[in-house]
């Protein structure tokens, strides 16, 4: 049972466009939303979060996008660097038990 | 202020032998949880100690145990490894406020390679 699931397992763009990933939820007791981003042999890193009491998060390049009716996050980046490229990691915390809950992943492909 | 800290960084072991990692979490942090993340898999939650108790588990095998020291410094232990242990082991700590906002912060991981 994926409480978080993120459906594309890859995406690949151009340099200087727009990244959108996506991740959904099940669990209506998830209050706070954050994604991490992986390079190769490292641990992840923390990019950006989102309370549930809000609907948008912006921090540089990178805006969350929040819509709890759908369950659905996304994580826009713009403009798209080479550097970005990584895997992007939604997670979400449940208010209750306090636990994190981490999706299967988005690989990001920038592509000069 | 110093990050979480994993040693060893990378880990050579043959099947059948048993391994120990350790992780030293951020001065002040009394949570600590591991991951495993195989190739091409998401992170897979294991453990998470708080205050030396387990507090969570994932779904492992008892060959993987670990424990927390009241320094809240934690280790991992697998026993009887096996070829699919092969992984990357992230440790990662959070303060455990309660705060709706906290975060988790992992370590640089222990790359382990069973031959």
């Known amino acids: 049972d994926q409480q978080v699931k993120q459906n594309s397992p890859s995406l690949s763009v151009q340099e200087g466009r727009i990244s959108i990933l996506n991740c959904d939820y099940t669990?209506?007791?998830?209050?706070?939303f954050l994604w991490y981003k992986k390079y190769p042999a490292e641990g992840p890193t923390f990019l950006i979060s989102?309370?549930?009491?809000?609907d948008k998060n912006e921090d540089g390049r990178f805006t969350v996008f929040l819509n709890k009716s759908a369950k659905h996050l996304s994580l826009h980046i713009v403009p798209s660097q080479p550097g970005d490229s990584a895997v992007y990691f939604c997670?979400?915390?449940?208010?209750?038990?306090?636990?994190?809950?981490f999706g299967p992943g988005t690989r990001l492909s920038v592509l000069p | 202020k110093a990050g979480v800290t994993q040693t060893p960084r990378y880990l050579i072991k043959t099947r059948g032998q048993q391994v120990t990692l350790s992780c030293s979490p951020i001065?002040?942090?009394?949570?600590v949880s591991w991951y495993q993340q195989t190739p091409g898999q998401g992170l897979q939650f294991l453990f998470e100690?708080?205050?030396?108790?387990?507090?969570n588990k994932g779904n492992f095998p008892g060959r993987f145990s670990g424990r927390q020291f009241s320094n809240s410094r934690s280790e991992m232990n697998v026993s009887t490894l096996e070829l699919g242990d092969s992984a990357l082991y992230l440790c990662?700590?959070?303060?455990?406020?309660?705060?709706?906002?906290?975060?988790?912060?992992f370590g640089s991981g222990t790359q382990l390679s069973v031959l």
């Open positions: 990662a700590s959070r303060s455990f406020s309660g705060a709706t906002n906290e975060k988790l912060f």
């Open positions: 669990n209506s007791m998830f209050d706070y």
């Open positions: 989102i309370s549930s009491i809000k």
């Open positions: 997670a979400a915390k449940d208010n209750y038990g306090q636990n994190f809950v």
């Open positions: 001065s002040g942090h009394r949570s």
């Open positions: 100690y708080f205050s030396e108790t387990q507090r």
